[in-house]
DNA sequence: GTAGATGCAAAGTATTTGCGACAAG
DNA sequence: CTTGTCGCAAATACTTTGCATCTAC
């Protein structure tokens, strides 16, 4: 996290109003992958005039200039992170909901190969693990 | 595809009622991932009377007992596919929408291996590809 | 100054549910 | 018979959009 949003929003040209600065800086500061709701309840924290209507434009455009990721997870809505240099997938606890990020070089690189023994290019792919913790 | 849907049905004890049947059948002869509403038109073919209710909790029913299960590919309705004893994962054409089936044992086990690492049993877990069509 | 952003409420999708009528076991 | 299912329409949940107003550049 070298760069915040903002810094990046300003790199690729997209104009910040007040409402992104602040969208933008509480993404920034999360390091759980909020829903639009939470997003927008934490926004309303900071500026109780924001409307809802504007946090879902905002993580659309943030997620069409790479900057946020969407992910679906099992079941429910949409959840937001910020897009890191390092790629990695997740682990999701379904018990607690508590979500684990991990990278496996391995994993990605048959991935890769897989894609290409059907004579394809891979361009995303979406990895999830679900979990539970062992009683040990 | 030894056994129909409609006999695992009546293995696991799941009343069968008409349309039942119906919703069954036709997921039985699907080769493909259908949505609910495309489900729908399929069924509607045979029997014109049958809510898209019914198909929606049927459908549900079915994932329950472990009869369908349901994938959420990106930025789409749910889709279902027939449950088979041999599990796969999924590589989507991101121009053409095709989807096709493919196992890896290493992929699968280097997620057990990640899960483990992390002090989880993994139990169930999310794998799709999204690629381009080479130029050959 | 002007193109694009915002807030609001209304409209869209996808899916679920309450309820009286009906059918399977 | 009795419990669970069906069809219908209304309700819900999440997300998008039209429009008049406002704001960053």
Same mark, same amino acid.
Do not use: W
């Given at each position: 996290?070298?760069? %915040?949003?903002?810094?990046?929003?300003? @790199?690729?040209?997209?104009?910040?109003?007040?409402?992104?600065?602040?969208?933008?800086?509480?993404?920034?500061?999360?390091?759980?992958?909020?829903?639009?709701?939470?997003?927008?309840?934490?926004?309303?924290?900071? +500026?109780?005039?924001?409307?809802?209507? %504007?946090?879902?434009? %905002?993580?659309?455009?943030?997620?069409?200039?790479?900057?946020? %990721?969407?992910?679906?997870?099992?079941?429910?809505? @949409?959840?937001?992170?910020?897009?890191?240099?390092?790629?990695?997938?997740?682990?999701? +606890?379904?018990?607690?909901?508590?979500?684990?990020?991990?990278? +496996?070089?391995?994993?990605?690189?048959?991935?890769?190969?897989? @894609?290409?023994?059907?004579?394809?290019?891979?361009? +995303?792919?979406?990895?999830?693990?679900?979990?539970?913790?062992?009683?040990?």
């Amino acid at each position: 996290m070298s760069e %915040t949003i903002e810094q990046k929003c300003i @790199a690729k040209g997209v104009k910040l109003t007040d409402q992104r600065k602040i969208i933008a800086k509480v993404m920034s500061e999360s390091n759980d992958h909020p829903d639009v709701d939470e997003l927008y309840n934490r926004v309303s924290k900071i +500026d109780s005039k924001i409307s809802i209507a %504007t946090v879902y434009r %905002t993580v659309k455009l943030f997620e069409e200039y790479g900057i946020l %990721t969407k992910h679906e997870f099992k079941g429910g809505k @949409a959840r937001y992170e910020e897009l890191s240099e390092s790629h990695h997938d997740h682990l999701i +606890d379904i018990k607690s909901g508590e979500i684990i990020e991990f990278v +496996d070089q391995e994993i990605e690189k048959l991935q890769k190969k897989v @894609a290409e023994k059907y004579g394809y290019d891979l361009v +995303d792919h979406k990895l999830e693990l679900y979990g539970v913790k062992k009683k040990s």
